[in-house]
């Protein structure tokens, strides 16, 4: 083995080697076991949510395949309607100098598949990077033929049902895009707002209890006031009792329009009165519902004012009573221009009653970063109720179990308040919905074109014209368990992995995505899509933080990985960055974070780290000190396994002997004790990883690895490897030990940390009788179980006792500032018999690693000489001091240190003293300012300790 870890140099060649081997395909025995991937956008990058979670799947897909299960990673990736076609559009705009329009449907979408072979494999080519063990030969898209059949079948077939519709509704309108836009595409910006509170004249000479001729009507939003219906009022409000029923004028359009009673009007906020405009705001639409209120848009897509409104019923029909006419000042002004001259006019009308400052939310789209508007428009509806039924009911009876359990309650609150699902997108990249409509509107639902003139009976003269809308990509992905497998055919891949095993997702889409898969696969295959949904939470910065552009905190996996210097790294965290002050800012923070850059730390140190912070369901802030101690982790196995190879190789481990019936190896108490930890070990890792506790899990191997084997075992099996005088059989037992432990503990780590277990089991599996070489891998072996019969706690607790002696020995040397290598000599007191007889049985592992010249039973404690001292349990562990220090030279330094502590406390204290700094520094620099005195205090405090143990002797 190379004297250095090299992540860089043995991790894409391992991953080539298993890809060419076919290594992730199922085995084609033994239990299925199947995830499918969260099918992650084409367009997208690697980010840190997507390692996180790819981590957990590879994890558990690697143990479950080391446990013989047939195990299929199904992959695959999102076409992202929207974000491909900006790309895209974007793309051909900067090279052709045209817009899509100009290019027109056809030539614009073989843009895009072109796009796609050239460069729609980026994050599969990180994931690759991640170790992720998919089965690359079953990779599937959503646009790809199988999978558009199986969303047209099921379109059509949920049409023919009556459970697909179309009508006119309210939805998430981008301006921008022009296109209706999912809730989970909509980011809630907090801000500073206006409310303007406008005077309506009561109609009919009406007047209030009060006796004013008018309702104060509060909003932030002036330019919906053309689309107004009614104005509520809270039936239980006295104040306008006498008015139910009654009539405003609506000023600047003059449309007489009814007061209704509705909750939705709050007493105790603004007058209690408010207005009503169905068309434009989504609880305006139910109060409009509730009251039968008309339904009056004024927008065009644009979000513009029209020249003449549409109005509607609340059924979608075309209302032809209504006067749509608009004031000829406001017509083509944006929407935004139009609320400034109606806030003018309505101030010059006398109507203005006052302008109130207010923080409140605005919803963006997500992709184009315009206000998002509700717009009443035609699309297309899957209605949710009757699908919804026998979901709630998986997770009732448990056939789906979430872990953590209480994400159910999540689930359950989305699931039993469900509104009919858009599916409609107004796009050109996706899946087009399969309805064909005729000259008169006429909308036929069908495969194809040809099947809709056999299915409705149409004549051939009869013109047909597809519908231009597609659908939204979430209703494509909802198929994803059962149409990767094959659908509606029924292959032998859906009847052997599925249901799946486990779907490994965020809390964000638990409605969005998973829901909906369980709904559409209950309904098309009578089965649940997964057994179980682990629910992680969002990867956040380290001071908890989300990741995010605009805040300049965001860690690209890679980057971590392979490493990036300082300039690359601003450059990527500014880059297009529209604000210098901001850029600048976001510059001097990274330059502060990262002042060399990220260094690289391999994937296994990653994944590592991810797994180490996998608490079920919590957020977990990125911590890059872990990372760097996890990357020295690898470094410890790497060098442990060195040391192994170099004590092993070429000699006796006891192969020969496999199989002879007794063996003439001996074991020591090392051995003995390491084994049975080691059993210990297996069992807590395997229960952690059944529980989904991967942050137990690899806490357990780090354990074991690091303070265990590496800082006890080796050291133990120096005595015995490096004793003249120890026997063949021992050493051949300790030797064996060594391989053996070494060999399963890299089989424990290796759904973790694929590649530095894969490439050092490859030179310590032939040691330890296991065949390596050729086409053999780790990951084709059997998962380490634990074997109760070899758990010795005799041996655990004598290794305790030794443990504790060391350490006794250790902790004197560094207390009196005695050097490491310096021999000693000890005394042991006041203990029991079965101390002395552990002194006796174990001297020869007390001298060498305590670096003892003696060691000795002292009957008498009284006759103990000038001795620094530690207890292990009731027994004393004395290193006399005659001739080891200079007591005065060692008191003068440590008066020293103390005083330069009490100046470090000081200044401290001081700042944390000071009211200016307290109420002006962010939260985070006081609380660490706090623990640094907390720090200082503990120090300080172990000095004078030190101080006075000197002293005394």
């Given at each position: 083995m190379d004297k250095t870890y090299q992540p860089d140099q043995i991790e894409t060649r391992w991953y080539q080697r298993w890809e060419d081997a076919n290594r992730f395909a199922p085995a084609g025995q033994g239990e299925p076991y199947s995830i499918m991937i969260p099918p992650p956008n084409v367009t997208g990058s690697l980010h840190m949510g997507h390692a996180f979670q790819d981590t957990i799947m590879d994890t558990l897909i690697r143990w479950r395949r080391m446990q013989q299960y047939n195990t299929l990673w199904q992959v695959g990736t999102d076409h992202a309607g929207i974000a491909t076609q900006m790309l895209v559009e974007r793309k051909v705009a900067a090279e052709d100098g045209k817009s899509r329009h100009e290019l027109g449907r056809d030539?614009?979408?073989?843009?895009?598949?072109?796009?796609?072979?050239?460069?729609?494999?980026?994050?599969?080519?990180?994931?690759?990077?991640?170790?992720?063990?998919?089965?690359?030969?079953?990779?599937?898209?959503?646009?790809?033929?199988?999978?558009?059949?199986?969303?047209?079948?099921?379109?059509?077939?949920?049409?023919?049902?009556?459970?697909?519709?179309?009508?006119?509704?309210?939805?998430?309108?981008?301006?921008?895009?022009?296109?209706?836009?999912?809730?989970?595409?909509?980011?809630?910006?907090?801000?500073?707002?206006?409310?303007?509170?406008?005077?309506?004249?009561?109609?009919?000479?009406?007047?209030?209890?009060?006796?004013?001729?008018?309702?104060?009507?509060?909003?932030?939003?002036?330019?919906?006031?053309?689309?107004?219906?009614?104005?509520?009022?809270?039936?239980?409000?006295?104040?306008?009792?006498?008015?139910?029923?009654?009539?405003?004028?609506?000023?600047?359009?003059?449309?007489?329009?009814?007061?209704?009673?509705?909750?939705?009007?709050?007493?105790?906020?603004?007058?209690?009165?408010?207005?009503?405009?169905?068309?434009?705001?989504?609880?305006?639409?139910?109060?409009?519902?509730?009251?039968?209120?008309?339904?009056?848009?004024?927008?065009?897509?644009?979000?513009?004012?029209?020249?003449?409104?549409?109005?509607?019923?609340?059924?979608?029909?075309?209302?032809?009573?209504?006067?749509?006419?608009?004031?000829?000042?406001?017509?083509?002004?944006?929407?935004?221009?139009?609320?400034?001259?109606?806030?003018?006019?309505?101030?010059?009308?006398?109507?203005?009653?006052q302008i109130e400052t207010v923080n409140n939310t605005l919803p963006y789209g997500d992709r184009s970063g315009d206000v998002i508007e509700p717009l009443l428009t035609d699309q297309w509806f899957v209605a949710v109720e009757q699908l919804a039924k026998p979901a709630i009911a998986a997770v009732e009876n448990g056939d789906i179990e979430f872990v953590p359990k209480n994400y159910e309650n999540m689930y359950f609150a989305w699931m039993r308040d469900l509104q009919d699902w858009c599916i409609s997108r107004q796009l050109w990249w996706g899946h087009r919905i399969p309805a064909w409509y005729d000259a008169e509107g006429n909308v036929y639902v069908a495969r194809s074109a040809e099947e809709a003139r056999d299915k409705y009976g149409l004549t051939a003269d009869v013109a047909l014209t597809q519908d231009e809308d597609v659908l939204d990509t979430w209703f494509s992905s909802g198929l994803w368990t059962f149409g990767t497998l094959g659908w509606p055919e029924q292959t032998p891949e859906l009847e052997t992995f599925h249901p799946s095993s486990v779907l490994v997702t965020g809390f964000d889409i638990i409605f969005f995505w998973v829901a909906r898969m369980i709904m559409m696969t209950l309904k098309f295959t009578d089965e649940v899509p997964f057994k179980k949904v682990y629910v992680h939470g969002l990867v956040r910065d380290g001071q908890g933080q989300k990741m995010s552009k605009s805040k300049g905190n965001v860690l690209d996996p890679i980057d971590l990985i392979d490493g990036i210097d300082l300039d690359a790294l601003i450059d990527k965290r500014t880059g297009n960055m529209m604000q210098p002050q901001k850029a600048k800012a976001i510059a001097k923070a990274t330059r502060d974070e990262f002042p060399e850059g990220i260094e690289p730390h391999g994937t296994d140190a990653l994944r590592f780290t991810f797994l180490s912070q996998a608490t079920t369901g919590r957020d977990i802030k990125f911590d890059m000190g872990r990372l760097d101690g996890y990357r020295n982790f690898c470094n410890k196995l790497w060098n442990a396994s060195r040391y192994v190879l170099m004590n092993a190789e070429g000699e006796d481990v006891g192969l020969s002997l496999e199989g002879q019936g007794d063996e003439p190896i001996e074991l020591s108490l090392a051995d003995r004790w390491i084994v049975s930890r080691l059993q210990q070990t297996e069992a807590q890792v395997t229960r952690a990883m059944e529980e989904f506790r991967f942050d137990h899990?690899?806490?357990?191997?780090?354990?074991?690895?690091?303070?265990?084997?590496?800082?006890?075992?080796?050291?133990?099996?120096?005595?015995?490897?490096?004793?003249?005088?120890?026997?063949?059989?021992?050493?051949?037992?300790?030797?064996?030990?060594?391989?053996r432990v070494l060999e399963t503990v890299l089989r424990l780590a290796h759904p973790m940390m694929p590649f530095i277990s894969e490439e050092i089991w490859q030179r310590v599996a032939p040691l330890a009788g296991t065949h390596a070489g050729g086409d053999d891998s780790i990951m084709a072996q059997p998962w380490p179980q634990a074997d109760q019969s070899r758990i010795d706690e005799n041996a655990t607790r004598d290794i305790e006792w030794l443990k504790g002696v060391i350490i006794a020995v250790r902790n004197i040397r560094a207390e009196m500032n005695i050097a490491p290598g310096k021999p000693l000599e000890a005394l042991l007191t006041k203990g029991g018999e079965a101390d002395r007889e552990r002194l006796e049985a174990y001297r020869l592992f007390l001298s060498k690693l305590a670096k003892l010249d003696s060691i000795t039973w002292l009957d008498d404690p009284d006759q103990a000489p000038l001795a620094a001292t530690q207890l292990v349990g009731d027994m004393e562990v004395l290193v006399p001091m005659a001739g080891l220090i200079d007591k005065d030279a060692e008191l003068a330094r440590l008066a020293k240190e103390i005083d330069k502590q009490d100046k470090f406390i000081g200044g401290i204290e001081k700042k944390l003293g000071n009211e200016g700094f307290i109420s002006k520094a962010p939260a985070e620099v006081v609380e660490k300012e706090r623990g640094k005195l907390a720090d200082a205090q503990a120090s300080r405090q172990h000095l004078s300790e030190q101080r006075d143990k000197i002293a005394a002797l």
């Open positions: 030539a614009f979408t073989d843009k895009i598949w072109e796009w796609k072979q050239e460069s729609g494999d980026h994050i599969t080519r990180q994931l690759r990077r991640m170790g992720a063990s998919v089965d690359w030969s079953r990779e599937r898209f959503t646009m790809d033929d199988g999978f558009y059949k199986a969303v047209q079948e099921v379109f059509v077939r949920l049409f023919d049902e009556g459970l697909i519709y179309r009508g006119k509704r309210l939805v998430n309108w981008d301006p921008t895009l022009h296109t209706a836009i999912s809730d989970l595409e909509v980011e809630n910006k907090d801000q500073q707002g206006q409310f303007w509170h406008f005077r309506y004249p009561l109609a009919d000479g009406v007047t209030t209890e009060a006796g004013q001729d008018h309702l104060v009507v509060a909003t932030t939003r002036p330019e919906t006031l053309l689309g107004d219906t009614g104005v509520a009022v809270n039936p239980e409000d006295p104040r306008y009792a006498s008015l139910i029923g009654k009539f405003v004028e609506l000023p600047l359009v003059g449309r007489r329009i009814p007061i209704v009673a509705d909750e939705h009007a709050d007493m105790e906020k603004g007058s209690g009165c408010v207005k009503i405009t169905p068309a434009h705001d989504f609880n305006d639409y139910e109060v409009g519902r509730r009251q039968d209120l008309p339904l009056i848009n004024v927008f065009t897509p644009d979000a513009s004012i029209l020249p003449r409104a549409e109005a509607f019923d609340i059924q979608g029909r075309a209302l032809a009573e209504i006067d749509t006419a608009l004031p000829s000042a406001y017509v083509g002004l944006d929407r935004f221009a139009a609320r400034q001259a109606i806030v003018d006019d309505m101030q010059a009308a006398g109507l203005l009653a899990a690899s806490q357990a191997l780090y354990d074991f690895v690091w303070n265990e084997y590496c800082d006890w075992y080796l050291e133990l099996s120096k005595p015995v490897l490096w004793d003249d005088n120890a026997t063949a059989a021992a050493k051949r037992g300790t030797r064996r030990t060594l391989v």
